[in-house]
């Protein structure tokens, strides 16, 4: 998916350059885009549904009074809900930092149960959590394998526990994985171990025996977390099996194994909308430290394939004068004639966000690259011109641009060093924006600058 929606919304926020704001029109546009996108990427219909009618929400609802473009806000909104819908919100339904981490409020030991389907990194990533847990939760930690179909996942378990510096309990093929359980819950309790790791046995594919195992093993075990663990690069057959663990437990968490070598980056999007749980940890490799907190911001990112759109945003945001971009947004919704002043007024809020250009850095490669130098160079200018022109202007001339005729123009001109044909064309921009305000709520800066540039 990188590369798809990143492409995809580069071209949008190229599309979207001449207009003005925010309309039901361009985001129906550019929804269209993100709706491909996620698909392209296997997210779940329903899931992308959700998604795109939250965006829209959002989209509508927006503020883009000081905003680059509304093609880049969009973006931003985008980014914003892909975290959210990855991540956990809290009361406030603001996204929490950092991800969840194993829950042990319980009476010791807590038991973590694993689930998952074969091949999906269970066994790893068990061990994976018993380093976790004894070097940042500085726990006491053993594991044991229900896995007896297959001696040799036994072993693994055995191996790799070795590996994390964690204790592993033994278990044969001729036990029943409940027996087992209870084996080592008991063997749990009397050497006071803060936590059992219980490995389950997975299946290629979701079989109702399987399903029974693994639901008697969470009866007898009551475990405190029950964390279903799936490989990021299974597309829609993550999907299908979380659907089906889902269904079959109580599940606490996800583990979403195999990020590094996913390029789509979708299943995290289903999973967690699917699942209705958190997504705990990520597995970012095969070697036993490869296991990280899941940071749904930084995933979103990930998936967009961008540079740093936070970083962007916040830009955005920081350079405007909210106050005086809602006064302006304000006077024009009441109808009050939009002035010269105004228009100044504009401009210098573009300059105090650092120009075009600057903005245009914070932009990913991709979209920059894509968004055309000369066009931003040239507008720059025009926009630096028209300063000029508006700064020579008497106060009087600017509340009433109609009292500018040939001999006012020639001293408008000469004070801003341009032609008198410069004056012309920023006083005929200048009257269709004001009709163009008249019909809008605000901004509008953007589309009468490729005007003037064109
Ligand atoms: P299980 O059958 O669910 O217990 O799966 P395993 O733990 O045996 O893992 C299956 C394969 O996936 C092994 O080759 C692991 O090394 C590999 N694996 C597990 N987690 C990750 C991960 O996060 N990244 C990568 N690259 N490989 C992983």
Redesign the pocket.
Same mark, same amino acid.
């Given at each position: 998916m990188a590369s798809t929606l990143a492409d995809r919304l580069s071209r949008l926020v190229k599309t979207m350059r001449g207009q003005a704001r925010i309309t039901e029109t361009n985001v129906q546009e550019m929804l269209r885009e993100v709706r491909m996108a996620l698909l392209e990427a296997d997210v779940a219909l329903p899931v992308v549904r959700d998604f795109v009618a939250r965006v829209k929400d959002k989209a509508l609802g927006a503020e883009v009074v000081g905003s680059l473009t509304p093609g880049q806000a969009l973006v931003g909104i985008v980014h914003k809900e892909l975290a959210a819908t990855m991540g956990e919100l809290d009361e406030k339904g603001q996204l929490k930092a950092g991800a969840s981490d194993i829950n042990l409020h319980t009476q010791p030991p807590a038991v973590i149960l694993m689930a998952? !389907?074969?091949? +999906?990194?269970? $066994? $790893? $990533? $068990?061990a994976?959590l018993a380093k976790h847990l004894i070097e940042k939760r500085k726990k006491k930690v053993l594991t044991v394998s229900g896995?007896v179909y297959r001696p040799a +996942?036994i072993e693994?378990l055995k191996t790799?526990t070795a590996q994390a510096g964690a204790e592993w309990f033994p278990s044969t093929p001729d036990q029943k994985p409940r027996d087992i359980a209870l084996a080592a819950l008991d063997h749990a309790r009397r050497h006071y171990f803060d936590v059992l790791l219980v490995?389950t046995a &997975?299946r290629l594919a979701i079989d109702e025996a399987l399903m029974a195992e693994i639901r008697e093993l969470h009866a007898t075990l009551k475990p405190v977390e029950t964390l279903f663990?799936v490989?990021a690069m299974q597309g829609q057959d993550a999907i299908n099996t979380a659907k089906a663990f889902k269904e079959a437990l109580p599940l606490t968490g996800v583990v979403l194994?195999? !990020?590094?070598?996913d390029s789509r980056g979708g299943a995290a999007l289903s999973v967690r909308a699917i699942t209705g749980v958190p997504i705990k940890f +990520? &597995?970012?490799?095969?070697k036993i430290d &490869? !296991?990280e907190a899941f940071n749904a911001e930084r995933h979103a990112g990930r998936v967009l394939g961008m540079g740093d759109i936070v970083a962007l945003v916040e830009e955005v945001t920081k350079g405007v004068d909210l106050e005086s971009a809602k006064a302006m947004a304000d006077k024009i919704k009441s109808g009050d004639a939009f002035t010269l002043d105004d228009f100044l007024l504009q401009l210098q809020q573009m300059k105090k966000m650092g120009g075009l250009s600057s903005l245009m850095d914070k932009l990913p490669t991709q979209i920059a690259a894509k968004a055309g130098a000369n066009e931003m160079e040239r507008a720059e200018r025009d926009m630096r011109r028209m300063t000029g022109i508006i700064h020579s202007m008497t106060k009087l001339e600017r509340r009433k641009p109609e009292i500018i005729k040939a001999t006012r123009k020639k001293r408008i001109a000469n004070g801003a060093g341009v032609q008198v044909q410069d004056v012309n064309r920023l006083l005929n921009q200048f009257e269709q924006m004001r009709d163009m305000m008249k019909k809008m709520k605000g901004g509008g800066l953007f589309k009468m600058m490729k005007k003037m540039g064109g």
């Open positions: 998952g !389907l074969q091949g +999906a990194g269970k $066994t $790893t $990533t $068990t994976k896995d +996942a693994q790799v490995d &997975g663990v490989d194994t195999k !990020l590094d070598g +990520a &597995g970012v490799s095969e &490869g !296991l």
